[in-house]
């Protein structure tokens, strides 16, 4: 059963934010408006009922959405 919580779009996102990269790195590395990112990014912090990008990575970790490797 799968269980995950993130689409894979936004998992990519988090997956690039985690490695310190800005909206318009994670924009311009996934060929997508910033615009776009932070829609993700919204989606993800709305889902996990969380108010900060940062909040939501530590809440992803905690959940095993997300690793630091």
Avoid: C, P, W
Wanted: hydrophobic share 45%; charged share 25%.
């Amino acid at each position: 059963m799968n269980t995950n919580i993130l689409t894979a779009r936004e998992k990519e996102i988090f997956e690039l934010l985690v490695l310190n990269k800005s909206t318009a790195d994670v924009a311009a590395y996934l060929n997508i408006s910033e615009k776009t990112v932070r829609n993700h990014i919204s989606n993800v912090m709305q889902k996990l009922e969380v108010k900060t990008r940062y909040q939501a990575v530590i809440e992803l970790i905690k959940m095993g959405e997300l690793s630091l490797e």
